[in-house]
């Protein structure tokens, strides 16, 4: 039976004729976006209990935890207000590739500006759509931040060596591993994985080229189908890395503030 099209089409913001429960991913993702970035701008403007091990005040028997949120830790001059703490100088890397990333901007935009709320349903501000320009055009640094989110990799890749460092008596380190090496090693898992499934990423490793041939050739294909095979899985490293490197910095909140200890493991 033929259908016209136009019959189909919603105007209204919200208006669909979709009948299954399309409001609740966008709800839960506006719900998500909306908790992490309240917790993330406290924990960056509270300025406390985001460090604990050897060289610090805070349990020096134990090996040296960072929040991933204050990493790389900077040294602020003297003239810098209290209130602004060294993880709001280091947030803008991570916020802004998240920010930027192709996938987070499909997320966000759904979730929070409702453009679209979801797939057929219709958008609030359709009638002055122009794309991704004026203002907008800054979504295209994101390649730019790449850079900086691999150097932010490697921070986490120091940052969870130190975590294996402990303490001797004789002044020495030892190998040893906590819940908390775990919980970093965790995050740095899962940010690794974001950060290589990127869609610039793919585009810097093998865009550019008709064809691959001589070794060169060869190996830009072998990395271009590692981070093809990873790109599948994006959005799903998006959230469970927005959630572990929340929780690393839960975790080492609670344990540098004495509510819960870190147990070493070997």
């Not at 134990?62 to 602004?84: E, G, H, N, T």
Request: charge should be positive; glycine fraction near 8%; include cysteine.
């Amino acid at each position: 039976m033929a259908t016209n099209a136009a019959t189909l089409r919603e105007e209204g913001f919200g208006e669909t004729q979709r009948r299954d429960t399309w409001w609740v991913q966008p709800l839960a993702m506006a719900a998500a976006f909306v908790l992490f970035i309240i917790y993330a701008t406290f924990r960056g403007l509270i300025n406390r209990d985001f460090q604990f091990g050897h060289g610090t005040a805070v349990f020096p028997e134990s090996a040296y935890f960072l929040s991933p949120f204050y990493s790389p830790l900077l040294a602020l001059p003297s003239w810098v207000p209290a209130i602004l703490g060294p993880a709001i100088f280091v947030m803008w890397m991570p916020a802004g590739f998240r920010l930027t990333c192709y996938y987070g901007r499909k997320a966000y935009y759904r979730a929070l500006f409702g453009d679209p709320p979801a797939c057929a349903v219709a958008e609030f501000c359709k009638p002055h759509y122009k794309g991704e320009r004026g203002f907008w055009a800054f979504q295209n640094i994101h390649r730019y931040f790449l850079y900086l989110a691999l150097l932010l990799v490697c921070m986490h890749i120091y940052h969870v060596v130190e975590a294996c460092r402990w303490p001797t008596e004789g002044g020495r380190m030892t190998f040893g591993v906590s819940v908390g090496t775990l919980v970093l090693a965790v995050d740095l898992t899962f940010l690794a994985l974001y950060v290589f499934s990127c869609h610039s990423l793919r585009h810097l490793v093998g865009g550019g080229s008709d064809c691959f041939s001589g070794s060169s050739g060869e190996s830009r294909y072998k990395a271009w189908s590692i981070v093809t095979k990873l790109n599948h899985y994006h959005g799903t490293f998006f959230w469970v890395s927005l959630f572990t490197v929340g929780f690393a910095d839960f975790y080492i909140w609670m344990v540098a503030s004495g509510r819960i200890h870190d147990w070493r493991l070997i």
